[in-house]
């Protein structure tokens, strides 16, 4: 089994994508992040569903937790959405020395390549691209799933 | 809506639980981790599918993935199986001083609060509890869902 056949559907969104219809994406799908593409759908990085809290919660707010009590529920709500309503995903996501690296590997990589990949980076998920087509994204719980499966070891 | 209020049920695995056993639990529940107790249930940290996967797979593959073309399908899951089949979650865990942080508000924290100590610790999810009472988790999807139903703010 190759990563190509591992891959799940996984959403993309671009960098030009509205940032509120994508925490809008997140939220429904209870995602803990999606694959950001370019307009050529080449991968440039993950957008964390925490990325999308840090750039909409006021920045005082994060220094000091206790400050969200200035507001009620959909006041502290109405901050939040403001600050996405109008951005797109590539102001909200981090600057470029900060972004994750891409962990991608190609789409005839081994589970165990997979495994060392995911490994290395610590990410829980991976990009399966050849020449920048995406096949999909495996998961580490996929990966140790498939792992288990495969093994005969008495256990 | 206080955070109590949002928690949800998440797996609690024990610093003494078998490493194995966990795998399977992260595996079949498709989860990115678990929340780690001691044994008065005590949240300790949280344990990442990835780090499973990074005390599993022998550190000279995680180096270099291509080594991993050494083995076939079924001899690579068999040497991460038994790298943790004797093993407990204690030992499978990073370093203290490498550990994650661990994301806690208590259960009357409010929306915004929690987001921002989210936003804060960049992290996806975070262990609802008092008095080391756990009430839950609350995911950045979820939290994200709840600002994006509470604001009336107009997109």
Redesign the interface.
């Known amino acids: ?1 190759r990563a190509r056949d591992l891959a799940e559907d996984y959403p993309l969104v671009k960098l030009s994508d509205n940032a ?1 219809d994508v ?2 994406l ?8 999606v694959v950001v593409v370019d307009d050529d759908r080449k991968p440039v990085t993950v957008l ?7 750039f ?2 006021p920045g005082y ?3 000091d ?2 400050l ?2 200035v ?1 009620d ?2 006041g ?7 600050k ?2 109008d951005r797109s995903v590539g102001e909200v996501l981090p600057p470029k020395e900060k972004r994750y690296e891409l962990p991608m ?1 190609t789409g005839d ?5 997979c ?10 998920l991976i990009v399966v691209a050849d020449h920048d087509r995406i096949h999909g994204v495996v ?15 008495p ?1």
Not at 115 to 124: E, N, S
């Open positions: 089994m509120l925490a809008r997140i939220a429904e799908q209870r995602r803990p992040g964390p569903a925490s990325q999308v809290l840090r909409s919660v707010v994060q220094e937790p206790s969200a009590r507001y529920e959909q502290g709500a109405d901050v939040c959405v403001r996405l309503s590997v990589a081994t589970v165990l390549e495994a060392a990949t995911m490994a290395r980076l610590h990410t829980p998961t580490a719980s996929h990966l140790l799933e498939v792992i288990l499966n495969a093994s005969e070891s256990a």
